[in-house]
């Protein structure tokens, strides 16, 4: 008895907003599902916030509207907090290549990640379809017609006779549907301290630190309990005076020197700063500082999208949406790549993209808006029953990998790999007991042979071409 005959593939014409990660693997899905493409990218290059910039913005605390942004949030000598192997989208491993010039390493540094998304696209041709340093500065329904979009973008015009650019090209095109994928690691969420505005010593966004110069001496608090904080602290307390590193979750006694180090401790968080300069944490202690870190994560910013309200963020809550993709209302003809958080983003990015081609071809029925936004109410009743605070809305964390195979299972695909799972879990488990040297030393030999002799199964050229194809 021969399998049903799935109906014929609707194509659609697309805007992917972003060639980062997400924006890359978006598209290569859409493109599988028949659909035309178009992404927008306003730097000259694909690759997102895994491009390193070594500038900063001239306000530390990215508050100044009209400051010059910087769209990276890399420090120089950042690492992976993912093996690599965990790292990678399903169906294009991230394998350490076999050339002296690559980083070899199962935690590598940035610029692996980079290289590893330009071999993407480049397998992929999807640099074909990017238009770069093309800024998108408004999307928009089209006024009385249901399911168009209208995407204008402003592209510098460049002479590269003299290697300059001057002013733009603006244009506005109609889509059936916007897929956006620009990421979340641009504008910084700052702790409120009270007397803060009176205190003497400097401020600043993780989102600016680049390397430890420049903290020579000095006693720095760092505000967060994050990788960036935890990556940072420890660069910085060799060459720091102190280091204190303040967490809100951690109990208000909290006082507790760090092992390995005689110049970082861990607080409870900040009362009040004094115009003294000085910092008193809820623990009691107080210190001195000249300089506090914000490493307390970023907001999510769409500043090209108008909605007519009905899609807003409030206290980092995009809402609604329905499974963290679509606007009930406006779906699919509007979706959202990558906000989840506390997740392994590649493998992520790849379901979701999966399932937005598929819906978008056809292939793949959503319920009704209705039911969508029932599934809405209820989901944040869960948080409220549960007292997640609302910012928190997107972090999935523990439920990530149910929240993957939910996705798989609507595309008829494969789930995350069991393998994966553990690997995650080891390796999380082995930055608790070995912080200072778990990328190095993690002992998963098993899970790693598991791995690659599941990635044995992928050619990438001779893949199918979707999973709703087989």
């Not at 793949?364 to 605070?389: G, Q, R």
Request: with cysteine; hydrophobic share 35%.
């Amino acid at each position: 008895m021969s399998s049903p005959q799935l109906p014929p593939k609707i194509s659609r014409h697309v805007a992917v907003i972003g060639a980062g990660a997400a924006g890359l693997v978006a598209s290569r899905e859409l493109r599988r599902e028949g659909h035309d493409v178009v992404v927008f990218e306003r730097d000259n290059q694909v690759g997102g916030t895994w491009v390193y910039n070594p500038r900063v913005e001239p306000d530390p605390l990215s508050l100044n509207p009209n400051r010059r942004i910087i769209h990276s949030s890399l420090y120089r000598s950042l690492r992976t907090n993912l093996p690599r192997e965990v790292m990678g989208f399903k169906d294009y491993p991230f394998i350490a290549k076999n050339d002296k010039k690559r980083d070899q390493r199962r935690f590598p540094g940035h610029q692996e990640v980079l290289l590893y998304l330009q071999d993407f696209a480049s397998e992929f041709g999807i640099e074909e379809i990017v238009r770069f340093e093309t800024e998108v500065v408004h999307v928009g329904p089209v006024k009385d017609n249901i399911g168009k979009w209208i995407v204008r973008s402003k592209r510098k015009i460049r002479d590269d006779v003299r290697e300059v650019s001057f002013g733009f090209d603006v244009d506005e095109e109609i889509y059936d549907a916007v897929v956006i994928c620009n990421g979340h690691y641009t504008e910084p969420r700052i702790a409120q301290i009270p007397g803060i505005s009176s205190w003497p010593g400097k401020q600043m966004h993780s989102h600016n630190y680049r390397t430890p110069e420049g903290f020579q001496d000095q006693v720095a608090i760092l505000i967060g309990s994050s990788a960036s904080s935890f990556d940072l602290s420890r660069e910085i307390a060799g060459v720091a005076k102190e280091v204190h590193v303040t967490s809100r979750s951690v109990a208000d006694e909290t006082y507790q020197e760090q092992p390995g180090f005689d110049n970082i401790w861990l607080h409870s968080m900040i009362e009040s700063a004094h115009a003294d300069g000085s910092v008193v944490f809820r623990n009691g202690r107080v210190v001195v500082a000249d300089i506090i870190i914000h490493c307390t994560g970023y907001k999510y910013h769409f500043p090209f999208l108008d909605t007519n309200g009905i899609v807003t963020v409030d206290d980092n809550r995009v809402a609604p949406l329905y499974k963290h993709v679509f606007p009930p209302v406006l779906a699919p003809w509007l979706s959202f790549v990558g906000l989840p958080w506390k997740v392994v983003p590649f493998p992520l990015f790849e379901l979701q993209t999966k399932w937005i081609a598929g819906v978008l071809s056809g292939h793949i029925a959503l319920p009704t808006p209705e039911e969508m936004m029932e599934d809405v109410k209820a989901f944040y009743l869960t948080l409220e029953a549960s007292n997640i605070p609302q910012y928190r809305t997107h972090n999935l964390g523990v439920c990530q990998f149910e929240y993957d195979n939910w996705l798989a299972s609507q595309c008829g695909c494969p789930g995350i790999e069991e393998w994966r799972e553990q690997m995650y879990d080891a390796a999380g488990k082995s930055k608790l007991l070995r912080p200072e040297i778990y990328r190095d030393e993690l002992d998963d030999d098993d899970l790693v042979l598991e791995a690659y002799a599941d990635f044995k199964k992928y050619t990438s050229k001779s893949q199918s071409s979707s999973c709703f194809s087989q």
